[in-house]
């Protein structure tokens, strides 16, 4: 190649670049992980046991109270399931150990966007339906973790 005709490609290299303009080199900001409040999940976590409850309700069963134990053991739950993304029940001899409990169940849910789905979700799924509805279990704790854009949601129920 000449030195004339290199120029010349160097050139149209150039007034091709200009005509087809910076879109090809500008790229979008990255887009900002949410991450809500504690308040945020806080308000979830209670509107699954509220939830849970008015399915109880419906089915005349009564209420589930909120319990410090079994919370305690959903709370280092979701967490430990979103930091290794798997997806498995914890040890239900530990809860009923830990929690002096003669009877002990476990739902877990991911991906749902809201806390009514994900009541929904167990209330369609025989399992988890049934633990929701077991009149032999009167205590709930519910712990909800976002993480990769999606709720990790543990709710443990025991009976004294």
């Given amino acids: 190649m000449t030195s004339r005709t290199l120029t010349l490609a160097r050139r149209l290299v150039l ?12 790229t979008a900001a990255p887009a ?3 991450t809500p409040s504690a308040a945020t999940t806080a308000a979830f976590e209670a509107r699954v046991i509220y939830q849970i409850n008015v399915q109880r309700a419906r089915y ?22 979103a930091r290794t993304w ?12 830990g929690c002096h409990a003669a009877r002990a169940g476990e739902n877990l849910a991911r991906g749902y966007t809201t806390a009514d789905r994900t009541v929904a979700a167990w209330m369609a799924s025989p399992g988890h ?6 009149r032999g279990l009167t205590r709930i704790g519910v712990a909800a973790v976002y993480a990769r854009g999606q709720w990790i949601v543990t709710a443990d129920f025991t009976r004294p």
């Fill in 15 to 26: 007034v091709a670049g200009l005509l087809v303009g910076p879109g090809l080199v500008v």
């Fill in 32 to 34: 900002q992980a949410y």
């Fill in 60 to 81: 005349g069963r009564a209420k589930l109270a909120a319990n410090w134990c079994p919370d305690w053991f959903a709370e280092r739950w979701s967490p430990y399931l």
């Fill in 86 to 97: 798997t997806f498995s029940h914890q040890s239900m001899s530990r809860i009923l150990t």
């Fill in 129 to 134: 339906r049934a633990n929701v509805l077991d």
